[in-house]
């Protein structure tokens, strides 16, 4: 039976396709702790397979962390003095600040690719399956497999509605995502479409893209009615829902580690500070649904008071901050509005409900006049909305409370979805199309 090594994928999001998957195949995965009685699942972790490393490779190890950590140093120090929000002008970068952040990520990234070669050696890999390869850490794996000839594939999470086009943005603007993977898999003909321009630095290597559909139940797919889901959020309907998507955007370098979060907090304060101003403020009430990053049980209570305190220093009332709770907080919304892009404006767009990204300074593709509108096809169709602040976050977000602008979203929809043949398909049918895909790939 061929293994499967699974690679950085989204376990709660892909349960599904993990269990079909392990149906046809031995599945490792690193960190799984379950067990399943049927016999026919085959799940492993990986790591419970290896002895403890031999002396020699501990010594290994640590030197390899404190090169690669002497070799970012000087660059993540750079970034910190460069960024435009969050230090004081005269900020020094005190000793040692710029390892302690390093280190961490330095060494999670070289053991994540050490284990896989381990394992590789005393049980062979056929196939590396992973999520969001562009990652540091799950690309290191990709890397090391691709240099073993194993084969490579990439499973997006998530339909990125909101993504401009890679061939339409120019390198003096927002770079397109490079995935590591010889292959990608992502949701549909469209999105495909999107990334058909994009090269790779090295031609003989650039991924290939298959429209196989994401391995993931969608939220529209499992939303409630409006009033079931205002009754479990404990909402009323007397004002106007403002649902705001928080985003993260993983460092492609080891070193460029802060400045999208900085620019993430900057975003917030624009927000809510032209929420103050805009004569809005008492009319919409605020849903703001962290990124899983953000919602992380240690991190979630530092951003929700973090995120309180600053409504309250502007007089606004405190924005409702979820952990989770996705699907009821995407059907009791009137407005979608996404920091950055997000793979829920797909089901925003599902669900018709209207859209708006505010796109952070280093996504903003600048460098091309007519990007509003022209950066993607659902811009250019109209089905959303791309800003650069939030007074135009709060300006469009009126607009779309119009009869008129509701109107001209749903014939929009209508348009992209026929000519693009976007449709609902199972969970379960996206999987069995991936997982026949694999069999061919690995057929004897």
């Known amino acids: 039976m061929k293994t499967i090594y699974l690679n950085g994928v989204m376990l709660d999001r892909c349960s599904v396709f993990v269990a079909m998957l392990a149906r046809k195949f031995i599945v490792a995965l690193p960190g799984w702790s379950g067990t399943d009685p049927d016999p026919d699942v085959h799940l492993i972790n990986p790591l419970a397979r290896l002895g403890q490393p031999t002396a020699a490779l501990v010594h290994d190890h640590a030197r390899r962390v404190a090169e690669q950590t002497a070799v970012l140093a000087g660059s993540l120090a750079a970034d910190l003095t460069a960024v435009p929000v969050g230090f004081a002008p005269d900020w020094q970068v005190p000793a040692g600040y710029v390892e302690s952040a390093l280190v961490p990520r330095v060494d999670q990234m070289l053991s994540r690719e050490t284990d896989f070669r381990r394992f590789h050696a005393e049980h062979p890999v ?11 850490v799950a690309r290191v794996v990709v890397l090391a497999a691709r240099e073993l000839a194993i084969p490579t594939l990439n499973i997006e999470h998530g339909f990125f509605f909101s993504r401009f086009d890679p061939e339409l943005v120019t390198d003096k603007a927002v770079l397109p995502t490079v995935f590591a993977s010889e292959y990608a898999n992502l949701d549909n003909a469209l999105e495909v479409a999107g990334f058909a321009g994009q090269n790779s630095a090295n031609p003989a290597a650039a991924t290939r893209f298959l429209a196989l559909g994401t391995p993931v139940e969608t939220v529209a797919a499992a939303c409630p009615d409006r009033d079931e889901a205002l009754a479990s959020l404990g909402l009323t309907g007397d004002r106007k829902k403002v649902l705001l998507l928080g985003s993260w955007i993983e460092a492609r370098a080891v070193n460029n580690l802060i400045q999208g979060q900085l620019e993430t907090i900057a975003a917030y304060e624009d927000l809510l500070g032209s929420l103050a101003g805009s004569g809005l403020g008492d009319d ?4 703001i649904k962290l990124h ?18 600053l409504a309250a220093g502007l007089g606004l009332p405190a924005p409702r901050v979820y952990q989770d709770s996705v699907a009821e907080l995407m059907s009791a919304c009137d407005v ?7 793979s829920l404006m797909y089901d925003a767009f599902q669900l018709g409900k209207p859209a708006v990204v505010l796109a952070l300074p280093f996504l903003a593709p600048s460098a091309q006049p007519n990007w509003r509108t022209e950066l993607s096809a659902p811009l250019r169709a109209g089905v959303l909305t791309a800003v650069e602040n939030g007074t135009e976050v709060w300006t469009e977000v009126q607009a779309c409370f119009t009869t008129g602008r509701q109107a001209e979203l749903a014939a929009a929809r209508e348009r992209l979805s026929r000519t693009h043949d976007l449709k609902f398909q199972s969970v379960e049918a996206k999987s069995a199309a991936i997982i026949g895909w694999i069999e061919e790939l690995l057929a004897d």
């Open 284 to 287: 919409v009430e605020l849903l």
């Open 126 to 136: 056929d196939l590396v399956l992973s999520g969001a390869d562009y990652g540091s």
């Open 336 to 342: 979608v509005v996404s920091l950055g892009f997000s």
């Open 292 to 309: 899983p990053v953000e919602a992380h049980p240690d991190v979630f209570p530092g951003v929700k008071a973090a995120l309180e305190n």
